[in-house]
Nanobody, 115 residues
Framework: QVHLVESGGGLVQPGGSLRLSCAASGSIFSMNAMDWHRQAPGKQRELVAAISRGGSTDYADSVKGRFTISRDNAKNTMYLQMNSLKPEDTAVYYC?????????WGQGTQVTVSS
């Protein structure tokens, strides 16, 4: 069983930056992949960025060039560096670990981009 806890959300002005962290209670090295999703009010949850066990990354078109996903296996932590934030990035951000049999989700952290 792996528990994931997100942190780093908050209120930021347009154009600002935030770094989200996803800390795992167990080893993330065993995860096939890890990713970040977000859900804005009234919208479906969407995939934002993903990173494979080998370190390959993929991003939603809406965040390419602005967000960077990374993982530190030694610290059992995944990160999402978010730059040049826009009001449309406002959402609850969730991290997910894709295991061999189960997916594991964190509880989410709120990101609000507003002046």
């Amino acid at each position: 069983q792996v528990h994931l806890v997100e942190s780093g959300g908050g209120l930021v002005q347009p154009g600002g930056s935030l770094r989200l962290s996803c800390a795992a209670s167990g080893s993330i090295f065993s995860m096939n992949a890890m990713d970040w999703h977000r859900q804005a009010p009234g919208k479906q949850r969407e995939l934002v960025a993903a990173i494979s066990r080998g370190g390959s990354t993929d991003y939603a078109d809406s965040v390419k060039g602005r967000f960077t996903i990374s993982r530190d296996n030694a610290k059992n932590t995944m990160y999402l560096q978010m730059n040049s934030l826009k009001p449309e990035d406002t959402a609850v951000y969730y991290c997910r670990g894709v295991g061999s049999m189960f997916d594991y989700w964190g509880q989410g952290t709120q990101v609000t981009v507003s002046s």
